[in-house]
């Protein structure tokens, strides 16, 4: 039998299409340097840590608008948030293997850096999760190891019977740093054969 029983996913950029190209698509939107949000990200640290205090909750996406807003060269920052994520939807064939994993038996978890509150389709989560950890309503982030002990304490399972799928390199050494096994997503046709072996149920 596979050591890993629980599958733990993130949300932006593994259940939805690729999070950096809405970015950019934003930036053009506004005539901006395509790159200008994610170069502002890369290069201030101040920006990072802002960015810090809206996944944790600490902030609300408007004082986050206010302050990112001004520094890539924005004129109005009303909707900053949900027009940054408009070029951002579902992964059909992500969704599907989650909702097909969770109906063969396997526990199922989100573990998702948040950017406020609505890019959840709140309504989907019973038929695809058995637990949710959302950095806003807990209070940790990725990487931090705290957040994906919750993920795991969610599905009722430890970390090392987890494997966890995310976009970031540096979120899955955070998975690996506490036993899960990590799988770094770059797309369905990479990522549902790993789960597959790693698994062993049948995604597609």
């Not at 709140?122 to 990487?143: A, L, Q, T, W, Y």
């Not at 969610?154 to 494997?163: Q, R």
């Amino acid at each position: 039998m596979s050591a890993q029983r629980a599958l733990l996913v993130d949300f932006g950029g593994v259940l939805t299409t690729n999070v950096f190209r809405s970015f950019r698509e934003f930036c053009e939107r506004e005539g901006l340097d395509p790159n200008a949000f994610l170069d502002l990200f890369r290069s201030d640290e101040e920006a990072r840590r802002d960015l810090r205090l809206l996944e944790t909750g600490k902030i609300d996406e408007e004082e986050f608008a206010s302050t990112i807003g001004p520094k890539i060269g924005l004129d109005r920052t009303e909707g900053f948030i949900d027009r940054l994520f408009a070029g951002m939807t579902p992964d059909g064939e992500m969704v599907a293997a989650v909702k097909r994993a969770k109906a063969l038996g396997v526990p199922t978890g989100l573990v998702s850096n948040s950017m406020g509150a609505g890019r959840y389709d709140r309504d989907s989560f019973p038929e695809m999760f058995d637990g949710v950890v959302i950095s806003g309503e807990v209070g940790f982030h990725k990487p931090q190891p705290e957040i994906y002990r919750l993920g795991a304490e969610s599905v009722g399972l430890d970390p090392t019977e987890c494997v966890f799928v995310d976009d970031l390199r540096e979120n899955c050494d955070g998975a690996e740093a506490v036993g899960m096994t990590a799988v770094l997503h770059r797309g369905a046709d990479t990522t549902l054969p790993a789960l597959e072996r790693l698994l062993g149920v049948s995604l597609s």
